[in-house]
């Protein structure tokens, strides 16, 4: 299966992965082979079944609005490349 | 002492036959000489360990000690431990130190245990052979050329090697089962929800489940009623009591229904592994095991369906390694979209790349019927495929992988090829059932794995089998050459 340049390029936008241009013969090549893979899928008989339900019979708890977790931003904000006064730091974003 | 399984290191930690320090020591001292061969450890925590070691000491001594006190254990490296470095196997974390443990290792650390390090991985748990880590592969014990399987190869091989007794690991799609196959160990993935997610790096949320790896179906029963816990902390942690999985291993399996699915035996199962399967089945049989015939017949659809799936909740839970918060940022970015993509770029090995690509590409507009939506269909028609074989059987067993261990390299540049290592293992993950690998014979001296799958929260059964199967057979004894002296 075989993938356009530009399809490669839009889902790179998307993924917000850099992909260098050399690379995007060959990524193209290995994704379409993975595609062609999954679509298996489309010969199956699917027709009245709910993809959203499961077997197992989980139900979704629900939590008093409390709060649990004590407030850790100094620790948190030490794992960060770049903070300023408790603020995350990146690039200009507004000329 | 390391040639001794979980269940009597307990026993001579109790009658301190030796202290936990000396036995912590052993496996250091183990660690340090043979580690740099097989590069299973990618954080050794000597430190620490030999200060819980004397800690450990200390209550066996007051004789208030918890289960597992004293008893030395590996973590994979996708459980998040506090102050301790918490890779995933990727250079995105190289440099991250969670400020709080998994619930998994607050759960090990309650019951005394020592953590003596964290072991390698596929990226992101992202691999059938460990391959993909940013610490380079890992060596199989059996034959160093080989790979150990994937993802938890780092763990498998510990053990194998008799770096630990015991190491936790995660199996989104076969990631526990196939390595311990692979390095003839004894593996289980529990019940979708058993097994809590807090703190475990988030690889596809829908079918990762963290369990023990270790030599014996007894020691993972040990390990599974340590590990296993309702947590409010994960949403689909299911409020269930765990059970004293050692109190029923020594149940008999007379008059149990193993049901055989043909597809398990399909075409690419190595001759040598079928005999083996074989030969294990017959020996359940001859305990007074009945075995049956059955059909998964949607077996084949569970690779193209995991495809869709797993990468498109990678996609999304990957998208939070942006650079920003923690974890890798790139060099000099010249603005915040350079800054993302060139992150990512540089932070993500060829594979995690590949699968955040493709389930973009699932997700995205247009696409998202014809991909994700129908492999959640599909995924029904896998769990009704299991439902159906439950009502007439009791257990399923197979072979965990389709051949023992391959060469690294040997996949080549295609990555479906790799893919399809997962054929047995990844029907379970979809339908969220438990499963286990349990080392049944060897082909050219390397381990082949019987695969039992069990109901949902049927681990005491499943652990109960394989420790019939284990008294009567040699095959988890068996060790590689030059790791038992």
Known sequence: ?95 | MHNLTIAELIKGLQSKEFSSVELTQHFLDRIATMNPGYNALITVTADQALRDAAEADRRLAAGNAPALCGVPMLHKDIFCTSGVRTSCGSKMLDNFIPPYNATVVENFEQAGAVVLGKTNMDEFAMGSSNETSFYGPVQNPWDTDCVPGGSSGGSAAAVAARLAPGATATDTGGSIRQPAALCGITGLKPTYGRVSRWGMIAFASSLDQGGPMARTAEDCAIMLSCMASFDEKDSTSIDQEVPDYSATLSKDVQGLRVGVPAEYFSEGLNPGTEKAVRAALAELEAQGAEIIDISLPNTGLSVPAYYVIAPAEASANLSRFDGVKYGYRCEDPKDLQDLYTRTRAEGFGEEVQRRILIGTYCLSAGYYDAYYGKAQQVRKLIQQDFERAFATVDVIMGPTCPTPAFKFGSKGDDPVAMYLEDIYTIATNLAGLPGMSVPCGMVDNKPVGLQIIGNYFDEARILNIAHQYQQATDWHNQAPEGVTS
Do not use: C, H, W
């Open chain 1, 1 to 95: 299966m075989n993938i356009e340049r530009q399809e490669i390029e839009k889902l790179a936008t998307l993924a917000r992965i850099a992909i260098e241009e050399g690379t995007i013969t060959g990524v193209g090549e290995r994704l379409g082979s993975v595609l062609e893979l999954v679509d298996q899928l489309q010969a199956a008989d699917t027709s009245g079944l709910d993809g959203k339900s499961y077997s197992i019979q989980a139900i979704q708890r629900l939590r008093e609005d409390e709060v649990t977790e004590i407030n850790q931003r100094e620790a948190l904000q030490a794992l960060a490349p770049d903070t300023e006064e408790g603020l995350f730091l990146v690039p200009k974003v507004i000329e």
